[in-house]
């Protein structure tokens, strides 16, 4: 049995993706991360995994047909992700991959490969470009990689790698991937994107085209 879950958060501006701002207005960092999110969900729904989650920083919001919407317990993310995976890893033999919400370049296929990954490896990570991870996925409860992190900062993915190698746990790592954090960000996708290159999916694109950020020729995947 596999679990595919994705850590998000309701769009509502002035509550999300704060570091947008003020190179952009809270409204249109709320509708950024609506269109992430849309993706992410929607990529989710398409993948191998046998069940799916959507676990919610604050409250359910909306989400496709098949997914199905928990509340994240915990006062940090590391308490969250220990109880997501309590819940995802019961006693019978599986595994659970919990992906963030804000990864523009995350797609099904590389769901399908993490997951593949978690078939054969106890521990699968997918480095992020700032220091993070867009995807973590065990085959057992394994809180000790969650203590005393430094969450948000550039340690992150290093401090896992060391807490999982002291528990005798080798990581299956996965391609690495940018997240949608700050202006530089932004600006970096929105380059991608005039270049022709993938980038995102189309509901990110279709949030970016809206604001006027993409020129003609990008507008369309």
């Known amino acids: 049995m596999l679990r595919l879950a994705v850590f998000a958060r309701a769009p509502a501006s002035g509550r999300v993706k704060s570091r947008l701002s003020p190179a952009l207005p809270e409204r249109l960092a709320a509708a950024l991360y609506a269109g992430l999110l849309t993706d992410t969900l929607a990529a989710t729904a398409r993948a191998r995994a046998d069940e799916r989650f959507a676990y919610w920083a604050d409250g359910a919001g909306p989400a496709p047909a098949g997914i199905v919407s928990r509340a994240q317990r915990g006062a940090d993310l590391g308490e969250r992700l220990v109880h997501a995976f309590a819940e995802m890893l ?64 550039p340690a992150v993915l290093a401090a896992t790698l060391a807490r999982a190698s002291a528990a005798g746990l080798h990581a299956a790592m996965q391609p690495p991937l940018g997240d949608l954090d700050t202006p530089p960000d932004v600006a ?8 022709g290159e993938p980038g995102c999916g189309g509901a990110t694109r279709a949030a970016l085209h809206a604001m006027g950020m993409l020129p003609a020729a990008a507008q369309l995947p």
């Open 188 to 195: 970096e996708l929105v380059g991608a994107l005039a270049r």
């Open 90 to 153: 019961p006693a019978e033999a599986g595994g659970a991959l919990v992906v963030a919400s804000d990864t523009p370049g995350l797609t099904k296929e590389l769901l399908d490969a993490a997951l593949a990954a978690l078939e054969r490896h106890e521990l699968v990570l997918g480095p992020a470009h700032d220091g993070g991870y867009w995807c973590i996925g065990l085959r057992r409860p394994a809180p000790e990689l969650f203590s005393g992190v430094a969450w948000g900062s």
